[in-house]
């Protein structure tokens, strides 16, 4: 069974910086989609990012990119230029490519961002 | 613009009351997921159904069932509710996801 870790339970950056958030997974398969989801306070999931396993370039939406190493398994979110809107718990999520568009998304832990002035 | 609904933001039922869970989706989409979400454990898949009347256990279904009559109603049924189960559920359906508002049930 796949696992998606996320070590950071809590960050903090201010305004206008940039931060990291890390997400480890754990799978056999070759072929998988990773994503970030953003939850505000007002708690609807939100799609930030996706990254394709097969696809060697990382992906980048405005101020939020990935760096995604395959071998290592690891797949980090970066947040360029924080603005106080960032503030949510953003969570790392893991989708086989196996099973075709029924499969389930597989979910990390959390990372409580907050953006300070 | 919507999209997923769920029929309750927050709910307090008793322990043993049988408790229902509603979730709509107007994108005619298959796949439909019950989540619940908890400090610390993050989303976990209770069950999910990939066709009306289709239906396959998650991680966590114990002390859960579901029923999907209809392509865009996906409920979430708790036959007798425990404290253990106080959590915020989450509804979503695919493909693509979108995720519903959430519902914090409180079980006393």
């Known amino acids: 069974a796949q696992t998606v870790t996320q070590s950071q339970p809590e960050m903090s950056v201010q305004e206008a910086e940039t931060v990291t958030l890390s997400c480890t997974y754990d799978t056999s398969e070759s072929d998988y989609y990773l994503f970030w989801y953003k939850q505000p306070p007002s708690r609807q999931m939100i799609l930030v990012i996706r990254q394709e396993a097969y696809k060697q370039q990382n992906a980048t939406e405005n101020r939020f990119s990935v760096n995604f190493q395959k071998a290592a398994k690891s797949f980090s979110l970066k947040i360029s230029d924080s603005q106080l809107g960032d503030a949510a718990m953003y969570f790392c999520?893991?989708?086989?490519?196996?099973?075709?568009?029924?499969?389930?998304?597989?979910f990390g832990t959390g990372t409580r961002l907050q953006v300070t002035l | 613009d919507v999209k997923v609904t769920q029929s309750s933001r927050y709910l307090v039922k008793r322990t043993g009351e049988k408790v229902f869970l509603e979730c709509v989706q107007d994108m005619d989409h298959e796949n439909m997921f019950w989540y619940r979400q908890d400090p610390g454990l993050g989303l976990r898949l209770i069950y999910f159904?990939?066709?009306?009347?289709?239906?396959e256990k998650g991680d966590i279904p114990e002390g859960y069932s579901v029923s999907r009559e209809k392509k865009e109603r996906f409920s979430l049924i708790l036959e007798s509710a425990s404290t253990n189960q106080t959590s915020m559920y989450l509804c979503?359906?695919?493909?693509?996801?979108?995720f519903g508002p959430g519902t914090r049930l409180t079980v006393t």
């Open positions: 999520a893991y989708r086989s490519a196996t099973t075709g568009t029924a499969s389930k998304l597989t």
């Open positions: 979503a359906s695919s493909f693509p996801w979108y």
């Open positions: 159904s990939y066709d009306v009347k289709m239906k």
